[in-house]
């Protein structure tokens, strides 16, 4: 128990006391899970959740300036209770209001004085429907005028899209927008426009609409915005780096339009660490319904009657295990890039890229295959893991689609000199040792950093190759090569991983109960992965790569000794677990439920 | 477009007018999809289209005896409109009136004829809440006593579960039940039980529940049933194989119970292949919407300008041609299938069971990817792909966990001999030529067939090392080759897919246009999906398997040539596709819509 303890607080170091209000206060009723609500109902409850939780007062934008990682804290323990509750914390206090922090100066202030307590709710309108993936093709104009900026909406696929906290009661939204002046384009900059009185009523200018149903995350009112010619103030712009006089002289202290963009959206860098630990909660939370559910659920033993756990199936273990290692192998290192984050490292944003896209891609297979490994009790929403599915599709296409993401790390990758890469001991000069000896963690370590080495240098070859045979970057890049740009990037992340993973195991031996077969199978099953690769290349012989084979099923088995000990580690009180399918469903359907936790008149 | 057309029909050939009026009759505004619906009138909507559609007389459980492959039909043909419905068809028409038919006697005659047209509406309680995967383990129990049975649940986890058209207004279902008489468990039978009178209340014993949301299928009214000594009359029993004299004596034609359990499950071979073509038709649709998004879908292009359909991409193209030439190849198996089940063959049992898991997981990929490669449109629950994807969990581990199934075909693949096996001209007895060859479509289905045979042979040599080491076959089946079993009747299905994928292909040389790309693609796939397992057992070359990954990247390429004009062969009306990502979206979002296609009051 003592050994669980020091593992919970090994995983969630930081700001133990805002985890610990934060999940005190989910204990009031307002929190139990609701399943079968209405769209509208289900919007109105998760804002009345946001609501109690700022009156808590443990998170602000201003933390930005003094404990920047209680953004992170506090949104990836609200996940833990509901994913749409903490979709809407992280937007309103980081991408809304931290925005305001970075970019906003002192004629700001008023307003992200009120962010923390909800007087000033705000959204981030950014994408606009015709340009899902390409925000440098905007078409929503801020013209200068008479002293005045109007925002405009020039035609339908400039609308505003999936602008989160907004269709309830957002009073602002920040806006991004090309600034026009003097018929010049100033290029994209970020706005903070009114559209509600305080009242609730609706500005003119401004047509609010629902984005409607989703797959998943009803529970954030995300919004459509049309602006027709909307005339805001002066002081509208986030005037940080840009400014404008009162007689309308445009300056900046940034010289190129690109650098002016992405100024604008700098803190989607903490979004996407926050999108991170929010789907990192929600695998949390369902790897420990599925594990809970495996060990008691029970089905045919060795004389056919159902006396047997399915945990103890292989099938079960090798499902669930592999992934469950590499979870924890993930957060270890989401832990070490909000580090880097927070110190603005020059590899932040590459960092929080490749981190978000592996943690969301991740956490749709986890809960996925959780889902499916429950059968029909996965199906059932009260269990959770269901709902948590659909909203976890959004992290793969949300604050930037993954694989968009991945591209601009590879190319990243691309410029790197090589005493910036891995130094590898072997590989690629020899292969490596026989099988005996590729079970070592430091020989697997030296395959996967081998793996990123070879793979961006393939890459920089076939691209000299191509552009020796006149081919365009472009269509290199877009046409010819994604396969190997995309395998580039997850090469580079997952190497960050297995390092942070080794780097855990020898700073915390007192751990190593839980780190040392997490660690091992987490490695395994990266170089299992990539077998034929491997193999392709003559870095592991057919021998070797059998060895791996074995290995890891052996390294499956083992981690059997903690996993249900691991699960119990991860900081989630009992009494907000909520799932029969984890607690006791014969009690459960003892009751006429319908599937609910509260009676049906208070859905 | 005469080839479009008749290839759409060498895709869907029989019953053409009941697909015809199927989708004429969806055409009626009750059709409409409506998303931000509750619960409640989700499931009351559903039960109307069902309604509507049992009006027309297109299908009845009486098919069984005249054209089997109509129920298919209709039910594949439904899913093309709404997924729920489907479900609820393929049980009404299928499982329940089905098992009436086969099961059935005389006496049973006036409840079947009533199936048909809704007057009896019926349910299909097998799994009980304490035994997802073993329902040999059942506890309810039918004991005979003074001249009827009483039907009893006998504490919650006999409760049975997801008995589907049971919450709303079912007056029948069919309770699986293990028959006692005088004290003597006589093995699982079926029983025709009202459960409740024609106006709608509910009997006496009986008690029924919903079973709650769920991660999608919300508009099927599944229920749960608990028993209390619920007395029923002799003539409940189906008594076509066991019965019971007025006197209390019981005779069966049948000795074993496990063949009276099975022979009262019979029709879940049916069920499979109706589930199958319902997620079958779902990836169909979610294709056409997804390969219209993007080709429509304008993004960045080589000077920078949102110019550039993202179909044009190489990672959209590796994303989805791969998936839409299996799906193709997947469909012309389940064709094949189909026949062989209203044969009766005596491979039938095992096809559908290998197709509807290939096909249940295939179809989560598909929704998935398509999902996420249309990005936050495909999140949206109007462009039908989210919402279809929560729906198609529900495959996997319905009507049988697939996994389960997959141990039950590869234990009967282990029973077969060798010359029941596929004969293999060059594999395994010595490595197939270089790569130039590979390619070759012939050498492309000697792989997939030397896998099935590898993999069953090192299977049984598996087992017997292991038996002869003093380990259980329990054990060694379920803990120690799971892998292995489950990959070995993954080779079995590929096998069949592939076979009658270039059957299909000589068969029909006049729709070579679209067939040998598919085939050629999907062959490839298979092969490279396995190259790591091809690699080290020396079946291919390092130089066969790079050609192999090269193959492949050029068959994606050449996919493209024909993806637009596939999809449009699928033989959905346009008027029923609705998903404005797949039609017009500036049309769609230029009208205040709440992301419905109804107004709000109507929904």
Redesign the interface.
């Known amino acids: 128990m003592a050994l669980r303890t020091s593992f919970s607080h090994f995983l969630a170091p930081d700001n133990r006391s805002t985890r610990q209000q934060v999940l005190t206060a989910a204990l009031h009723p307002l929190f139990i899970p609701r399943?079968?609500v209405?769209?509208p109902r289900n919007q109105e409850l998760t804002n009345q959740r946001l609501q109690l939780i700022s009156t808590l007062g443990l998170v602000s934008p201003l933390d930005l300036q003094t404990n920047p990682t209680n953004l992170f804290t506090a949104v990836e323990t609200l996940a833990l209770v509901d994913l749409s509750l903490a979709t809407k914390a992280s937007i309103q206090f980081n991408l809304f209001g931290g925005t305001l922090v970075r970019l906003g100066t002192e004629r700001h202030q008023e307003v992200i004085r009120k962010v923390a307590n909800l007087q000033a709710v705000g959204g981030f309108a950014l994408?606009e429907?015709?340009?899902?993936?390409?925000a440098?093709?905007l078409e929503t104009t801020a013209t200068w005028e008479s002293g005045e900026f109007v925002i405009n909406s020039p035609?339908?696929?400039s609308?505003k899209?999936?602008v989160s906290n907004t269709f309830l009661g957002a009073q602002w939204v920040i806006v991004l927008a090309k600034l026009i002046v003097g018929g010049r384009n100033e290029g994209i900059h970020a706005f903070l426009v009114r559209i509600r009185h305080d009242n609730g009523s609706i500005l003119p200018g401004v047509?609010i609409?629902?984005?409607?149903?989703?797959?998943?995350d009803n529970g954030n009112d995300l919004a459509?915005l049309a602006f027709s010619q909307m005339r805001v103030p002066r002081e509208a712009l986030l005037n940080r780096y840009s400014d404008i006089s009162p007689e309308g002289v445009f300056s900046s202290t940034l010289a190129k339009t690109s650098d002016r963009f992405f100024s604008a959206i700098q803190q989607l860098v903490f979004s996407r660490i926050c999108m991170a630990g929010i789907f990192m909660s929600a695998s949390k939370l369902a790897t420990l319904i599925a594990i809970r559910f495996s060990a008691k659920?029970?089905?045919?033993?060795?004389t056919?009657?159902?006396d047997t756990p399915?945990l103890?199936?292989?099938?079960q273990q090798?499902a669930l295990f592999p992934l469950i290692a590499k979870m924890v192998c993930l957060d270890i290192t989401l832990n070490y890039v909000k580090g880097e984050c927070v110190k603005g490292s020059k590899d932040a944003p590459d960092l929080g890229s490749v981190l978000k896209a592996m943690i969301t891609w991740h956490s749709?297979r986890l809960l996925?295959i959780s889902?499916?490994r429950m059968?029909?009790?996965?199906?059932?929403?009260?269990n959770r893991v269901?709902?948590m599915?659909?909203t976890a599709?959004?992290g793969?296409?949300?604050e930037g689609?993954n694989?968009v993401l991945m591209q601009k790390v590879a190319s990243n990758l691309m410029r790197k000199k090589d005493e910036e890469m891995p130094q590898l001991k072997y590989c690629p000069k020899r292969q490596l040792p026989e099988m005996a000896n590729v079970a070592t963690l430091e020989l697997l370590l030296e395959l996967i950093k081998a793996k990123e080495v070879m793979v961006v240098g393939e890459l920089k070859a076939a691209v000299r190759r191509r552009q020796q045979a006149n081919m365009?970057f472009?269509?290199i890049w877009?046409?010819?090569?994604?396969?190997r740009v995309?395998l580039a990037a997850r090469a580079y992340g997952e190497r960050v991983c297995a390092e942070q993973a080794l780097a855990a195991l020898s700073q915390r031996p007192d751990l190593a109960v839980f780190l040392t077969p997490t660690v091992t199978l987490f490695l395994l099953d990266l170089v299992k992965n990539d077998?034929?690769w491997f193999?392709?290349r003559?870095v592991l012989s057919?021998a070797a790569?059998?060895g791996v084979?074995e290995e890891w099923?052996q390294a499956v088995k083992r981690f059997g000794s903690i996993a249900q000990d691991l699960v119990e580690a991860f900081d989630i009180p009992e009494e907000l677990i909520f799932a029969p399918a984890a607690k006791d469903?014969?009690e459960f359907?003892?009751k006429?439920?319908?599937?609910?936790h509260l009676p049906l008149a208070k859905l």
């Open positions: 399943y079968a209405s769209l994408t429907v015709g340009h899902g993936n390409n440098l093709g035609n339908v696929s609308h899209f999936w047509d609409e629902s984005m409607g149903m989703k797959l998943g459509k659920r029970l089905s045919t033993g060795p056919g009657k159902s399915i103890t199936y292989q099938l090798n749709e996925g889902r499916e059968g029909g009790q996965g199906y059932l929403a009260c269901g709902p599915l659909g599709h959004s793969i296409t949300g689609d694989v365009s472009y269509d877009m046409k010819e090569e994604s396969d995309q077998l034929a193999l392709l003559g057919p790569a059998r084979e099923t469903l014969k359907y003892s006429k439920n319908y599937g609910e």
